[in-house]
Protein backbone atom coordinates (compact mmCIF):
# COMPACT_ATOMS: atom_id res chain seq x y z
CA UNK A 1 0.00 0.00 0.00
CA UNK A 2 2.90 2.55 0.50
CA UNK A 3 4.24 1.72 -2.53
CA UNK A 4 0.93 2.43 -4.25
CA UNK A 5 0.67 5.82 -2.79
CA UNK A 6 4.17 6.81 -3.10
CA UNK A 7 3.46 6.29 -6.93
CA UNK A 8 0.19 8.36 -6.98
CA UNK A 9 1.94 11.98 -7.56
CA UNK A 10 4.24 10.84 -10.06
CA UNK A 11 1.66 8.74 -12.39
CA UNK A 12 -1.04 11.94 -12.25
CA UNK A 13 2.51 13.92 -13.78
CA UNK A 14 3.12 11.57 -15.83
CA UNK A 15 -0.22 11.00 -17.39
CA UNK A 16 -0.77 14.87 -17.67
CA UNK A 17 3.13 14.90 -19.39
CA UNK A 18 1.26 12.42 -21.86
CA UNK A 19 -1.78 13.69 -22.33
CA UNK A 20 -0.28 17.13 -23.21
CA UNK A 21 1.79 15.68 -25.45
CA UNK A 22 -1.26 13.67 -27.35
CA UNK A 23 -2.80 17.29 -27.74
CA UNK A 24 0.33 18.44 -28.95
CA UNK A 25 1.13 21.20 -26.02
CA UNK A 26 4.36 22.00 -25.32
CA UNK A 27 4.30 21.01 -21.71
CA UNK A 28 6.72 22.57 -20.82
CA UNK A 29 6.59 25.97 -21.98
CA UNK A 30 2.87 25.37 -20.42
CA UNK A 31 4.18 24.73 -16.80
CA UNK A 32 6.65 27.19 -16.61
CA UNK A 33 3.86 29.76 -18.10
CA UNK A 34 1.54 28.48 -14.85
CA UNK A 35 4.46 28.59 -12.04
CA UNK A 36 4.90 32.36 -12.71
CA UNK A 37 1.49 33.46 -12.46
CA UNK A 38 1.15 31.01 -9.44
CA UNK A 39 4.02 33.69 -8.39
CA UNK A 40 1.74 36.82 -9.41
CA UNK A 41 -1.12 34.94 -7.31
CA UNK A 42 1.30 33.78 -4.24
CA UNK A 43 2.08 38.19 -4.04
CA UNK A 44 -1.57 39.06 -4.12
CA UNK A 45 -2.72 36.11 -1.76
CA UNK A 46 0.42 37.40 1.18
CA UNK A 47 -1.45 40.39 2.48
CA UNK A 48 -5.09 38.50 2.96
CA UNK A 49 -2.54 35.69 4.32
CA UNK A 50 -1.10 37.75 6.33
CA UNK A 51 -3.47 39.54 8.28
CA UNK A 52 -5.54 36.42 8.79
CA UNK A 53 -2.42 34.84 10.49
CA UNK A 54 -2.61 38.30 12.54
CA UNK A 55 -6.03 37.96 13.64
CA UNK A 56 -5.49 34.74 14.82
CA UNK A 57 -2.52 35.27 16.67
CA UNK A 58 -3.74 38.24 18.29
CA UNK A 59 -6.97 36.32 19.13
CA UNK A 60 -5.24 33.77 20.97
CA UNK A 61 -2.43 35.38 22.34
CA UNK A 62 -4.99 38.57 23.92
CA UNK A 63 -6.70 36.33 26.32
CA UNK A 64 -9.98 36.72 24.26
CA UNK A 65 -10.38 32.96 24.32
CA UNK A 66 -9.73 32.56 28.16
CA UNK A 67 -12.20 35.56 28.75
CA UNK A 68 -15.23 33.67 26.26
CA UNK A 69 -14.28 30.45 28.06
CA UNK A 70 -15.17 32.22 31.45
CA UNK A 71 -18.18 33.71 30.42
CA UNK A 72 -19.39 30.43 29.25
CA UNK A 73 -18.52 28.19 31.71
CA UNK A 74 -22.15 28.08 33.94
CA UNK A 75 -23.87 27.53 30.54
CA UNK A 76 -21.25 25.00 29.74
CA UNK A 77 -22.09 23.29 32.82
CA UNK A 78 -25.46 23.30 32.35
CA UNK A 79 -25.93 21.49 29.09
CA UNK A 80 -22.85 19.19 29.99
CA UNK A 81 -20.19 20.14 27.28
CA UNK A 82 -17.11 19.67 28.38
CA UNK A 83 -15.24 23.21 28.17
CA UNK A 84 -12.23 21.85 27.17
CA UNK A 85 -13.85 21.54 23.58
CA UNK A 86 -14.83 25.29 23.29
CA UNK A 87 -11.45 27.03 21.66
CA UNK A 88 -11.89 24.44 19.61
CA UNK A 89 -14.85 24.87 18.55
CA UNK A 90 -14.49 28.72 17.98
CA UNK A 91 -10.60 28.57 16.58
CA UNK A 92 -11.96 25.99 14.07
CA UNK A 93 -13.31 28.08 11.36
CA UNK A 94 -10.76 30.41 11.79
CA UNK A 95 -7.95 28.39 10.87
CA UNK A 96 -7.48 24.90 10.20
CA UNK A 97 -4.09 24.63 11.29
CA UNK A 98 -4.74 26.38 14.88
CA UNK A 99 -7.96 23.62 15.32
CA UNK A 100 -5.42 20.81 14.39
CA UNK A 101 -3.14 22.17 16.71
CA UNK A 102 -5.75 21.95 19.23
CA UNK A 103 -7.18 18.91 18.79
CA UNK A 104 -3.78 17.05 19.16
CA UNK A 105 -3.21 18.87 22.55
CA UNK A 106 -6.74 17.65 23.66
CA UNK A 107 -6.03 14.18 22.47
CA UNK A 108 -2.22 13.81 24.25
CA UNK A 109 -3.79 15.12 27.48
CA UNK A 110 -7.12 13.03 27.65
CA UNK A 111 -6.10 10.44 25.23
CA UNK A 112 -7.53 9.16 22.10
CA UNK A 113 -10.73 7.44 23.90
CA UNK A 114 -11.78 9.85 26.14
CA UNK A 115 -15.20 11.74 25.25
CA UNK A 116 -13.39 15.01 25.30
CA UNK A 117 -10.94 13.70 22.37
CA UNK A 118 -13.62 12.13 20.83
CA UNK A 119 -15.86 14.96 20.45
CA UNK A 120 -13.09 16.89 19.85
CA UNK A 121 -12.46 14.82 16.84
CA UNK A 122 -15.99 14.62 15.25
CA UNK A 123 -16.03 18.58 15.61
CA UNK A 124 -12.68 19.16 13.46
CA UNK A 125 -14.57 16.58 11.08
CA UNK A 126 -17.93 18.32 10.87
CA UNK A 127 -16.90 21.90 10.90
CA UNK A 128 -14.79 23.69 8.23
CA UNK A 129 -11.97 27.06 7.71
CA UNK A 130 -14.80 29.04 6.95
CA UNK A 131 -13.04 32.63 7.64
CA UNK A 132 -10.02 30.84 6.28
CA UNK A 133 -11.97 30.42 3.08
CA UNK A 134 -13.81 33.54 2.94
CA UNK A 135 -10.71 35.22 3.44
CA UNK A 136 -7.88 33.55 1.25
CA UNK A 137 -10.42 32.73 -1.66
CA UNK A 138 -12.91 35.75 -1.95
CA UNK A 139 -9.95 37.79 -1.39
CA UNK A 140 -8.13 36.56 -4.34
CA UNK A 141 -10.61 36.92 -6.83
CA UNK A 142 -11.53 40.28 -5.43
CA UNK A 143 -14.96 39.41 -4.12
CA UNK A 144 -15.43 41.74 -1.51
CA UNK A 145 -19.30 41.47 -0.73
CA UNK A 146 -19.33 38.08 1.42
CA UNK A 147 -21.89 38.67 3.97
CA UNK A 148 -24.26 36.29 3.31
CA UNK A 149 -21.28 33.62 2.50
CA UNK A 150 -20.03 34.36 5.81
CA UNK A 151 -23.46 34.13 7.32
CA UNK A 152 -24.37 30.85 5.99
CA UNK A 153 -20.81 29.47 6.43
CA UNK A 154 -20.78 30.36 10.12
CA UNK A 155 -24.56 28.50 10.65
CA UNK A 156 -22.67 25.57 8.89
CA UNK A 157 -20.17 25.43 11.60
CA UNK A 158 -22.88 26.30 13.95
CA UNK A 159 -24.95 23.31 12.82
CA UNK A 160 -21.91 20.80 12.75
CA UNK A 161 -20.68 21.83 15.90
CA UNK A 162 -23.79 20.98 18.06
CA UNK A 163 -24.32 17.81 15.66
CA UNK A 164 -21.18 16.47 16.73
CA UNK A 165 -21.79 17.47 19.99
CA UNK A 166 -25.28 15.41 20.24
CA UNK A 167 -23.76 12.50 18.37
CA UNK A 168 -20.69 12.14 20.40
CA UNK A 169 -22.90 11.81 23.56
CA UNK A 170 -24.70 9.17 22.24
CA UNK A 171 -22.51 6.97 20.39
CA UNK A 172 -20.24 7.35 22.86
Known sequence: MQTLSNLILPLIVLIIIFYGVKKKVNVYDTFTIGAKESFDMTLRLFPTMLGMILGVNIF??????????????????????????????????????????????????????????????VIQGSTDTTLYIITLYFGSIGIKKTKYALKAGLLADLIGIISAIIITKIMF
Open 60 to 121: VKSGVLNFLLDILKPLLKIVKIPKEIIPLAILRPISGGSGIALLQTIIEKYGPENIISKMSS
